[in-house]
């Protein structure tokens, strides 16, 4: 090839790359005063195929102010124009309310394309606020991915988050409302994940975090909280000691005495990390088509992730987007810690503390979620069931999941496809459902635990194909 007709193929292949790669423009059709429409990063990265119609109805609408928050025990309503924890009566769990009824019919699930491939794409249902932006770093609407294992299977991969963990949503939603109140220090127990979450958005927002986490969560959180600023303190012990370490410590302290304390961002223990982990909910319903599934399994340490799906789900209808039809909601947990499968089991409504518990699925070791009062009442609502995994289902469908999909999955998300296989076998599910597996995290972060929990089960797998070490030549 000659120089000047190889200058005409790059400029050829040049122009078709530009055709065919993402924008960086900023979404027409979006008012200057929308939120955040100025400066960030996120908005302004749309792929040219979605951009909307220009003078289309995409434009995001003005913000929704919080109606009120409202206590799933007693239903009182309270105000949400300063930081609430739980129901000051009853310590139900607050939910977010919106004037739902008044959005209807203006917001349409068509207008929702071309927006941000974030969480923030659904902003009128989330807390924020006019001329504020959210605290985000990316994160949600993540891949719904088809399985190649069973044609009527879908991956939801949350290992994609920020911070590599769906507990990125959540984080989001609260520490965007903590800056919103003038939160200056956060403080959660957390079981890993959640921590290295917080520390990010707090990193992200110029928030202090302080972070209490047992002492063998996976080296990833620990490290990942570490760099990001955040104050951590390892517990020689649970998840729920942990937790009770931050409440002392608050009320020691005096929040809300004044506001130079700790605020206590727990799972469900404040109002804002539901709504983030509520997006999933929607999106499963956008990325479906707007058709749910029959089936939705989801790993289940605090429960977090199920409960705003469902509170996402009765929006959805609220707004007129989906009908009244719901999929069996599906909690998997680890066999060592299964606090919600036994009481699902017995046929109570709430949970007993789990004793001992003990599994390598670190963000599974909840011996007692806040909210099992919620998750098991989705549960029945939903024509669902509860399931348990032991650490070597799990680490065998760790491995299967990565060679057979290609997906390397935190051995919670991994759960998922035990609980699946289960359901499978015992005629729960058919091949004809369609069902929605969450993988929660990424195994990327469970690096050492993996490698222990091989080695505790002293199962060298007869599948793997590492050959061994050789030196170098
Ligand atoms: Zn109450």
């Known amino acids: 090839m000659i120089a000047g007709e190889r200058k005409a193929d790059l400029a050829r292949n040049s122009k078709a790359w530009d055709d065919a790669s993402p924008k960086v423009e900023p979404i027409r059709g979006m008012p200057h005063d929308a939120p955040w429409s100025d400066q960030s990063r996120c908005w302004q990265l749309q792929a ?11 434009a995001i609408l003005p913000s929704m102010r919080i109606s009120y928050l409202e206590c799933t025990r007693c239903g009182d309503h309270l105000t949400g124009d300063h930081p609430q924890n739980i129901c000051p009566k009853d310590g139900g769990v607050l939910y977010v309310r919106y004037d739902l009824a008044s959005l209807k019919g203006k917001l349409r699930r068509e207008d929702l394309a071309g927006r941000v491939a974030s969480m923030w794409r659904y902003a009128e249902v989330l807390p924020e606020f006019p001329g504020e932006k959210p605290v985000t770093l990316g994160e949600g609407f993540t891949p719904m991915l088809p399985s190649r294992e069973y044609p009527k299977v879908y991956i939801k991969d949350e290992g994609l988050n920020p911070t590599g963990s ?19 220090r956060l403080a959660a127990p957390s079981a890993g994940n959640a921590g290295g979450a917080l520390a990010a958005y707090a990193a992200a927002a110029g928030i202090e975090a302080y972070i209490f986490m047992p002492k063998d969560v996976p080296m990833a959180n620990r490290i990942e909280s570490d760099y990001f600023g955040a104050h951590v303190t390892l517990v020689d012990g649970l998840i729920s000691d942990c937790g009770r370490m931050v409440a002392e410590r608050i009320n020691k302290d005096g929040w809300p005495k004044n506001n130079d304390g700790w605020f206590d961002v727990s799972t469900l223990k404040e109002p804002f990390r539901v709504e983030g982990k509520k997006t999933m909910g929607y999106e499963v319903a956008e990325q479906l088509g707007w058709k749910l599934p029959q089936g939705i399994v989801y790993p289940t340490g605090g429960g977090v992730g199920m409960i705003g799906m469902w509170k996402a789900f009765d929006e959805m209808q609220e707004l007129g987007w989906i009908g009244s039809e719901r999929p069996k909601m599906i909690t998997v947990q680890a066999a060592g810690c299964a606090p919600i499968v036994k009481a699902w ?12 518990a003990t599994t390598f699925a670190s963000g599974l070791r909840v011996p007692k979620a806040y909210g099992d009062y919620l998750i098991l009442d989705i549960i029945k609502k939903s024509g669902g069931t509860a399931v348990a995994a032991t650490d070597e289902e799990m680490l065998a469908a760790t491995r299967h999941w990565a060679s057979k999909e290609g997906v390397f999955a935190a051995p919670e998300g991994a759960a998922s496809l035990v609980a699946y296989q289960k359901l ?7 091949a004809d459902d369609t069902v929605v597996l969450f993988n929660t995290g990424t195994g990327y972060k469970y690096l050492d635990m993996m490698e222990a929990q091989e080695k505790k089960l002293e199962s060298a797998p007869a599948t793997r194909h590492i050959g061994g070490i050789i030196g170098p030549y």
């Open 48 to 58: 040219k195929s979605q951009q909307p119609r220009a003078n289309s109805q995409n």
């Open 424 to 430: 499978r076998a015992s005629g729960f599910f058919t």
């Open 345 to 356: 089991e017995e046929g109570k409504s709430a949970s007993e503390m789990w004793p001992g």
């Open 166 to 184: 769906f507990k990125a949503r959540g984080m989001s939603a609260a520490v965007t409302m903590a800056r919103h109140y003038g939160l200056k």
